[in-house]
């Protein structure tokens, strides 16, 4: 018997305006000891399905307009979780179902220590005693492969890192041993090797206790490496479902196979990604319709005829354009580059020591190349980036920008030459202030500069960069939170494109976005590099997107840079052993793999 049956659940959210239909009658079940994935980009209904098993959706907003979600519960017996009251709902979460929240930081209560967060849940559900129930936590640390489990127990959230972070939320989750495990986006944005490290972890918790796990998330690579089945959401309805290894060597339907198509692809290289309007569109009513052959042979023109793949054995390098840079000037050429952050005992204590979070590190970058740089967070990679800007202020070192030494710059000079190279930052709604409208967000650098002419003529041009990154001129008017998350990057490269500058460093700038919006956006960027002659410093820790993005790669790891070279060169035959490890933690969607894993 299935431990969960959720039979059509369907839900609005009420406001003045009107109601919207978030979920629209979604059925699933999940056995014991199964893995159920549920992919589908932003909005398609994941989380609020989730949440609503659990009675969390936010109310009066949020309202359950018709289906059940039977449970077998240890303590209650077979229940309907939807018609629950709260006290019986407390019952059961913890104790026969956890859930993993998408951002840890938020979940944790910044105020309490890690020890005692956990300690809590097992003083509340279980009868341990506190010195029994502390014990216990440092056990459930240890088994969630936390480094110093007791110095984790005593530290506050911010003091350990996001990946630390989501495996003490595991640990919370599994105190009680659950009949099922909800991970809502457990391992979004986070290093490939945390992730391989958090996917093995619930592999084993499922193993050694029985655990059920709803796995919801956009990335499909994950999915193939740890889900029995899968449920493809688009818009609150369920598209398609089925076996893991039948999705991803048959899909269906045409959005199952535009998810599949959008994700970059270690393997091959790529001209262009496709995008989900490629396989699918949808007509006047809402209703989701398949390209024709005829509409997929026009896109072609534009997109599907650069989808020539190329295998790295015969193409290791764009080679024209690298012999070209090579005999051209650098545009930036990094010597020695040092940043070095002083570590205090004490409040009053003067520094002891200090950390090196960027070590004498050197490189070049030649005018229209995409340079990667990529490795573990706490590497250096956004401290490097923010220093060749000199946004952190470098130790030592020189950066030479068409021969001027930045580093050396007096403050008005630099603010002068800031004109020439610019930043888009890794969260576009912390980077644009709520308070402007998008057109005076792009405007604002053309005033503080006073280029681009009259009044009239830099609005000309803020409505002429919204168009460059495929934008509505009715976006100048309205305001950051009346944009999706894709889009609001968009408006982030529309105004770092202001100033026409020769140098972008692009941090993170895509690793929160769903696969299609990603999609997008690099497509985008490499327009804007063939267009517009644009260089790019592209710091990422998906080595994916980088493989896809990159000419030439640099492989950072403790403030060093331990590996360069040309990006499919360097994924075909990696020199370094961290370049080994990073690559070896990558999620593989192979279909030998993945039944290889469904038969183990």
């Known amino acids: 018997m299935p431990l969960l049956t959720v039979q059509d659940l369907t839900i609005d959210f009420r406001s003045q305006r009107g109601h919207t239909r978030?979920?629209?009658?979604?059925?699933?079940?999940?056995?014991?000891?199964?893995?159920?994935?549920?992919?589908?980009?932003?909005?398609?209904?994941?989380?609020?399905?989730?949440?609503?098993?659990?009675?969390?959706?936010?109310?009066?907003?949020?309202?359950?307009?018709?289906?059940?979600?039977?449970?077998?519960?240890?303590?209650?017996?077979?229940?309907?979780?939807?018609?629950?009251?709260?006290?019986?709902?407390?019952?059961?979460?913890?104790?026969?179902?956890?859930?993993?929240?998408?951002?840890?930081?938020?979940?944790?209560?910044?105020?309490?220590?890690?020890?005692?967060?956990?300690?809590?849940?097992?003083?509340?559900?279980?009868?341990?005693?506190?010195?029994?129930?502390?014990?216990?936590?440092?056990?459930?640390?240890?088994?969630?492969?936390?480094?110093?489990?007791?110095?984790?127990?005593?530290?506050?959230?911010?003091?350990?890192?996001?990946?630390?972070?989501?495996?003490?939320?595991?640990?919370?989750?599994?105190?009680?041993?659950?009949?099922?495990?909800?991970?809502?986006?457990?391992?979004?944005?986070?290093?490939?090797?945390?992730?391989?490290?958090?996917?093995?972890?619930?592999?084993?918790?499922?193993?050694?206790?029985?655990?059920?796990?709803?796995?919801?998330?956009?990335?499909?690579?994950?999915?193939?490496?740890?889900?029995?089945?899968?449920?493809?959401?688009?818009?609150?309805?369920?598209?398609?479902?089925?076996?893991?290894?039948?999705?991803?060597?048959?899909?269906?339907?045409?959005?199952?196979?535009?998810?599949?198509?959008?994700?970059?692809?270690?393997?091959?290289?790529?001209?262009?990604?496709?995008?989900?309007?490629?396989?699918?569109?949808?007509?006047?009513?809402?209703?989701?319709?398949?390209?024709?052959?005829?509409?997929?042979?026009?896109?072609?023109?534009?997109?599907?005829?650069?989808?020539?793949?190329?295998?790295?054995?015969?193409?290791?390098?764009?080679?024209?354009?690298?012999?070209?840079?090579?005999?051209?000037?650098?545009?930036?050429?990094?010597?020695?580059?040092?940043?070095?952050?002083?570590?205090?005992?004490?409040?009053?204590?003067?520094?002891?020591?200090?950390?090196?979070?960027?070590?004498?590190?050197?490189?070049?970058?030649?005018p229209g190349e995409t340079v990667g740089l990529v490795g573990e967070s706490g590497c250096g990679k956004t401290t490097l980036g923010r220093a060749l800007l000199r946004l952190t202020e470098p130790t030592s070192g020189r950066i030479l920008f068409e021969g001027t030494d930045l580093a050396a710059l007096p403050a008005g000079e630099l603010r002068q030459r800031r004109r020439e190279f610019q930043l888009v930052f890794q969260d576009p709604y912390a980077a644009l202030n709520p308070m402007l409208t998008v057109g005076e967000a792009i405007l604002e650098p053309l005033r503080v500069h006073g280029v681009g002419g009259s009044r009239a003529e830099q609005k000309a041009r803020v409505r002429e960069l919204l168009r460059t990154v495929g934008l509505s001129e009715d976006a100048e008017q309205r305001y950051p939170h009346e944009f999706s998350g894709g889009q609001r990057q968009r408006i982030c490269i529309a105004r770092a494109l202001a100033l026409r500058p020769k140098l972008i460093v692009c941090d993170e700038s895509v690793s929160a976005l769903d696969v299609s919006v990603q999609a997008q956006v690099l497509n985008l960027l490499n327009d804007l590099k063939r267009d517009l002659g644009i260089t790019y410093l592209f710091i990422t820790h998906d080595l994916s997107v980088a493989r896809f993005m990159s000419d030439r790669l640099l492989v950072m790891s403790q403030g060093k840079i331990v590996e360069s070279g040309p990006a499919a060169e360097l994924y075909a035959h990696p020199q370094h052993p961290y370049t080994q490890q990073l690559l070896a933690a990558i999620p593989s969607d192979d279909p030998a793999r993945i039944a290889a894993r469904v038969q183990a």
């Open 22 to 366: 978030a979920v629209a009658g979604v059925s699933l079940t999940v056995s014991r000891g199964e893995v159920v994935a549920i992919v589908g980009e932003s909005g398609s209904g994941k989380s609020v399905t989730s949440l609503a098993l659990l009675g969390l959706l936010a109310k009066p907003a949020a309202h359950v307009e018709s289906g059940t979600a039977v449970f077998e519960s240890e303590k209650l017996g077979e229940v309907d979780l939807l018609k629950l009251s709260e006290k019986e709902l407390q019952q059961v979460r913890g104790n026969d179902i956890s859930m993993i929240f998408q951002e840890p930081m938020t979940s944790l209560n910044p105020v309490l220590t890690c020890g005692y967060q956990v300690v809590e849940a097992l003083r509340l559900h279980t009868s341990l005693s506190e010195q029994a129930a502390a014990a216990r936590t440092i056990e459930l640390f240890t088994e969630a492969q936390l480094p110093r489990p007791e110095q984790i127990f005593k530290s506050y959230p911010h003091e350990i890192s996001g990946g630390q972070k989501q495996r003490v939320m595991i640990a919370m989750a599994m105190a009680c041993r659950p009949a099922l495990l909800i991970a809502d986006e457990p391992t979004t944005a986070l290093d490939v090797t945390v992730q391989a490290r958090i996917l093995q972890l619930i592999r084993d918790l499922r193993r050694e206790h029985g655990t059920a796990v709803l796995f919801i998330t956009h990335d499909l690579g994950v999915v193939a490496e740890i889900a029995d089945r899968i449920l493809v959401m688009y818009r609150g309805r369920v598209v398609e479902q089925g076996a893991v290894l039948d999705i991803f060597t048959n899909p269906q339907h045409p959005y199952t196979k535009g998810l599949l198509a959008c994700r970059p692809r270690l393997s091959i290289g790529q001209a262009r990604l496709p995008v989900v309007a490629d396989f699918m569109s949808v007509d006047a009513a809402g209703n989701l319709v398949a390209r024709s052959e005829e509409e997929k042979a026009d896109l072609s023109k534009k997109a599907l005829a650069s989808l020539q793949t190329i295998s790295d054995t015969s193409k290791t390098f764009p080679v024209e354009q690298f012999s070209r840079s090579t005999v051209a000037q650098p545009l930036l050429q990094v010597e020695n580059l040092q940043v070095h952050f002083p570590i205090r005992k004490g409040f009053f204590t003067r520094s002891t020591s200090y950390m090196r979070a960027v070590d004498e590190v050197s490189f070049t970058i030649y």
